[in-house]
């Protein structure tokens, strides 16, 4: 076990992951430049991986990511919000929860559930989250799945928002993910719009855009509950992004910076990931087409208080998405579904929409992120247009990195017999305790002949241990996602050291090459 102590609730954990831009867990650092990576390039277009179904579907008319993706054995299990063009007939009156599942996350398919009745008939993907026999509708769905719950009836949870219940926080509980429990006591707590999902220390925690924090725009804040039953009535806020005084604030809605749907989360052991929409209000009109919106990147440790690592970068930007038509019947029941505009010849059944109603583009995210393979996946949609989940990638955990800059050296004008301290660029992590020997592995480019990478091992007051250190420190030349890092004296820090720093150095005659995505300790 692995003790992660960055002056938060100590987390434990099997594989410490230390990233480049979590300043809690490297809080030191030395001629070092912190770049992240956005989830795509321009001149290409992020794929479509879940799209609408056949006419008669259930989601032939809407496919949204407002739910939940869960690696489960072997496989991807996905929850989505979706809408069909006979709904109401069906007695759906909001968008409807459906399954798909995935080996590979970017091939999805749809199996029959057999559980809900569809136009007349059970052959179709729609999960039964039913009160009384009313089908209950979402406008979110974040799920947790807790597989050692000792009560297996509640080892899938989900903390959703519905118009059943005033759009308030509401609880509901799964053996299976299928067919679920809804509880009489609901609603738990106060109204809110959510994505992020999680338990932390034994609390669980949901978070979206809502609680009662003084100003216009929407904020990042979280509800807790320590037996998904009793919910805190009062939210934490976690993160913003509009002015407070004496900076300038916004008094119309929608015209702010804002935090739109909280944060999908990540949970990578000693550091929670989270996906946000960057919400960019029109200066002059609160009218929600003219919103744009980008995905960005908090990290927390915690699961209340979350930090931006490059203040309004863009993570996933929003320009150049795949755009759609739609095939749309019964136009008066549907043209305010969604932002959309009347682009061609209208029948008396059938009209053919291009969704141009929007004047800019705007991202939106559920809670779906994870590593497959040499990939990282993100999974994300086009803002309320129910144009299908799309996928963005990386390289393995390559979110963003290290390099070493062009910082000031020995100054031209100090004397040759002046005192002067010169540094390598390098970094220092916060103390780690082990009961195990524990082994080391660089997720790292730009190494050569040239340029190495030096990982030193120091005690928790910075005092390099010999053996593993100075000469003793082998130095890594080869490049890769997951490169083992060795001493002289072997290739695990052994249990009896306890608690330590890593000290990481680039070096050799070209130290600018390298690249520190990432460091595993396992």
């Known amino acids: 076990m692995i003790i992660v102590n960055n002056g938060t609730a100590d987390s434990a954990t099997t594989e410490a992951v230390l990233f480049p831009f979590d300043a809690v867990t490297i809080p030191f650092t030395a001629g070092l430049r912190m770049e992240l990576i956005a989830g795509k390039s321009p001149g290409v277009k992020n794929p479509i991986v879940l799209d609408n179904g056949p006419a008669g579907s259930p989601d032939d008319f809407n496919v949204r990511f407002y739910g939940t993706i869960i690696p489960i054995d072997g496989e991807l299990r996905m929850w989505y919000l979706a809408q069909g063009m006979n709904d109401k007939n069906n007695g759906f009156a909001e968008s409807k929860m459906c399954y798909a599942t995935s080996t590979d996350g970017i091939n999805w398919e749809k199996p029959n559930l057999g559980l809900v009745e569809y136009n007349g008939n059970k052959n179709n993907n729609i999960v039964k989250f039913q ?53 009489d006591y609901n609603p738990v707590g106060p109204g809110l719009e959510q994505t992020g999902l999680i338990k932390i220390n034994g609390c669980y925690m949901v978070n979206g855009q809502g ?65 946000y929409d960057m919400w960019h209000g029109p200066p002059n009109t609160s009218d929600r087409p003219t919103v744009t919106m980008d995905l960005g990147l908090l990290v927390t440790h915690d699961g209340f208080h979350y930090r931006e690592p490059i203040p309004d970068f863009k993570f996933v930007p929003s320009y150049e998405e795949i755009k759609k038509e739609k095939l749309v019947s019964n136009i008066e029941d549907h043209e305010n579904l969604v932002f959309m505009k009347n682009a061609g010849n209208i029948t008396k059944n059938l009209a053919r929409y291009i969704l141009t109603g929007r004047q800019q583009n705007a991202l939106s995210h559920g809670q779906g992120m994870t590593n497959i393979g040499d990939n990282t996946f993100l999974w994300y949609e086009e803002w309320g247009l129910g ?27 100090l004397p040759p017999e002046g005192h002067f301290i010169d540094v390598d660029p390098h970094f220092v992590t916060c103390p780690f305790t082990i009961d ?30 010999p053996e593993l250190s100075g000469d003793n420190a082998i130095p890594l030349k080869q490049s890769g996602l997951r490169e083992p890092i060795s001493w002289k004296f072997g290739n695990t820090i052994n249990s009896s050291v306890k ?16 690249k520190i995505y990432a460091l595993y300790l396992s």
């Open 131 to 183: 009160k009384n026999g009313k089908n209950l509708g979402f406008a979110a769905c974040p799920i947790m799945y807790e597989p050692d719950d000792p009560d297996p009836k509640r080892r899938f949870k989900s903390a959703f928002e519905s118009g059943d219940y005033g759009n308030c926080i509401s609880v509901g509980f799964s053996a299976d993910g299928f067919t679920w429990d809804i509880p």
């Open 211 to 275: 609680g009662r924090h003084f100003g216009q725009g929407r904020k990042l804040a979280t509800f807790a509950s320590y037996d998904f039953e009793h919910w805190t009535q009062s939210a934490c806020m976690g993160f913003r992004r509009d002015n407070l005084p004496p900076r300038p604030m916004k008094h119309e809605w929608n015209t702010a910076e804002e935090v739109h749907l909280g944060a999908g989360l990540w949970d990578r052991g000693n550091v929670v990931l989270g996906v």
């Open 387 to 413: 144009t299908g989940v799309r996928l963005a990638k990386w390289q393995r955990d390559r979110l963003g990195y290290f390099q070493q800059y062009d910082y000031p050296r020995r100054p031209d004008w």
């Open 436 to 465: 195990k020997a524990t082994s080391i592995f660089a997720n790292v480019d730009g190494l050569s002949q040239y340029s190495e990478l030096k990982v030193e091992v120091l005690t928790k007051e910075f005092i390099p241990i």
């Open 499 to 514: 608690e330590f720093r890593l000290k990481v150095t680039c070096a050799g005659i070209r130290p600018e090459d390298v």
